[in-house]
């Protein structure tokens, strides 16, 4: 039986037998038994509800660390998407500057009408080497980019399964957080790839509009063909002929 604060304050013992001073010792100690039990059920009991409040507390901390975490890593990928934005711009005017000089080649080829000149042709090979170093250029920043993207990939997965042990120890892993992690990498990654692809679609096209001009003194024979958007001196007074 439990004991209460007002047991205590009216407790009454009998005194003690033959005669003598003071209370009956059983008495007492069954009394005091009483009053060790129910302390000692409610120190247990505040033990546990401690041990309950600190792990709850605990799940918390670890679920605003979490969050916090993830709000750190979209903040630097989107750091890093701003960076290669601009390398992804200037990869863009080096190849404006390649379209630019392909257009003064084209009206190199109108004003000579006995073929391509020595200045023409030393432009189309500028242009060309132009073309192919961007195109290098930009197949290698591709590839940077997935190794990077790769990296980071490799570097969340590893946090998980570090964090998978504490939360079966009582700790908190959020799946939600984790699905937004891999979603933002995979879109980012998707991204830079998208756009550079389209860059080099791009300058392969313009390099074999390059390749198909004609050499230098070579005549323009009937039904020769040439790629759109690139007129060539000569094919006019070819067809008057």
Request: proline share 3%; net charge negative.
């Amino acid at each position: 039986m439990d004991v209460k604060p007002d047991d205590i304050r009216s407790a009454r013992f009998k005194n003690a037998r033959l005669g003598r001073k003071g209370y009956d010792a059983e008495d007492v100690d069954r009394f005091l038994d009483q009053v060790r039990g129910t302390m000692t059920r409610l120190a247990r009991e505040n033990r546990n509800l401690t041990l309950t409040s600190n792990s709850s507390e605990l799940a918390r901390l670890q679920r605003e660390n979490m969050q916090l975490a993830a709000k750190s890593e979209a903040l630097q990928m989107q750091m890093q998407t701003m960076a290669s934005a601009g390398e992804v711009a200037e990869l863009q005017q080096q190849l404006a500057n390649a379209h630019w000089e392909i257009a003064r080649l084209q009206d190199d080829l109108e004003q000579d009408e006995l073929g391509i000149s020595a200045r023409a042709v030393s432009v189309l090979n500028r242009a060309q080497l132009s073309a192919d170093a961007i195109i290098e250029q930009a197949e290698q920043h591709a590839r940077d980019l997935m190794s990077v993207a790769r990296a980071q990939q490799r570097e969340l997965l590893r946090r998980a399964r570090d964090s998978a042990g504490p939360s079966r120890a009582g700790g908190y892993l959020d799946p939600e957080l984790e699905d937004q992690r891999h979603e933002q990498l995979r879109a980012y990654s998707e991204l830079l790839r998208t756009q550079l692809q389209a860059m080099i679609s791009t300058l392969n096209v313009e390099v074999d509009k390059l390749a198909l001009l004609p050499l230098p003194g070579a005549g323009v024979l009937p039904g020769d063909s040439f790629p759109s958007g690139l007129p060539v001196a000569g094919v006019e007074h070819a067809a008057e002929n």
